[in-house]
């Protein structure tokens, strides 16, 4: 038996111990607005709190997973810059501290590209299977922006100071196949088996005991939850910085005049 809940982008459906959080803005290709991060940040505080949630999956709807923050949206709310900047990065610090803070099995399953603060929280869930024609973006450098959602910590501890920085320096675009070699997922999996085959497994990972789960985590992390809210407070203190950049500015203006024409 299942059962679902619909927020504004995000679909809740619960099978038995395990709940499957799928974002779904098709019209946006997933993109993520303020309400989105407060929905994901308050779902998974929700969930670490819930006696009878054993795992959460986070997935897309459609043919992407996220095509990341909706600028736009961002660009439209009430407010002066300054007040729109401070709440926007509170709303974001929260939610990247939601993921760090998750006690529970974390599973994401990238069904299509991950692109930005989709591709850095995605990399701070315990295990990630993505399709094999998904793949990761961080254009951080494209926007004038800089690392967030700990991958300035994240990204070199998965895939090496090198790949990482060409992943959040130079804006590279790390395919399935290539995330698969440098073990920043588990698996690799045909777009038509994540529910035949990949989604039955989960559903047995939510019957094993979850005081073993939760131990054993907790150890595996032992070392790394301090360091990724280390890192989640100084990148959010720096994104604060760029946005009011010129920089930073003329290339946002410049991404959103070319949405505008698409």
């Known amino acids: 038996m299942s059962s679902e809940k619909q927020l504004t982008h995000l679909k809740l459906e619960r ?62 709310e009430e407010g002066s810059i300054e007040e729109r900047l401070a709440r926007g990065n509170a709303i974001l ?12 099995l974390l599973i994401a399953i990238i069904n299509g590209p991950a692109i930005g603060i989709a591709a850095t929280t995605a990399l701070l869930c315990d295990v990630v299977y993505m399709a094999e024609t998904a793949y990761f973006y961080t254009p951080f450098t494209k926007l004038g922006l800089c690392a967030e959602g700990c991958s300035s910590y994240s990204f070199p501890l998965l895939m090496g100071r090198s790949k990482a920085s060409e992943m959040l320096l130079l804006n590279h675009r790390m395919s399935a196949q290539e995330a698969l070699s440098y073990n920043v997922v588990a698996a690799v999996v045909k777009r038509d088996e994540i529910e035949t085959k990949l989604w039955p497994q989960i559903l047995e ?18 070392f790394q939850r301090e360091k990724l809210h280390e890192a989640n407070d100084r990148e959010t203190e720096a994104l604060m910085d760029r946005y009011q950049t010129e920089e930073s500015l003329n290339a946002i203006m410049e991404f959103m005049m070319r949405k505008s024409k698409m």
């Open 93 to 104: 610090r929260d939610m990247v501290r939601a993921f760090i803070s998750f006690d529970k």
């Open 15 to 76: 099978f038995g111990t395990v709940l499957r959080v799928t974002i779904n803005n098709p019209r946006k290709k997933n993109a993520l607005n303020r309400q989105a991060y407060q929905d994901l940040a308050d779902t998974l505080n929700s969930a670490n709190h819930d006696e009878s949630v054993n795992v959460v999956v986070l997935t897309g709807s459609g043919d992407f997973y996220s095509s990341g923050n909706d600028m736009v949206s961002a660009a439209t």
């Open 205 to 222: 990972h939510g019957k094993l005991p979850i005081g073993s789960i939760k131990a054993g985590k907790m150890l595996i992390n032992r």
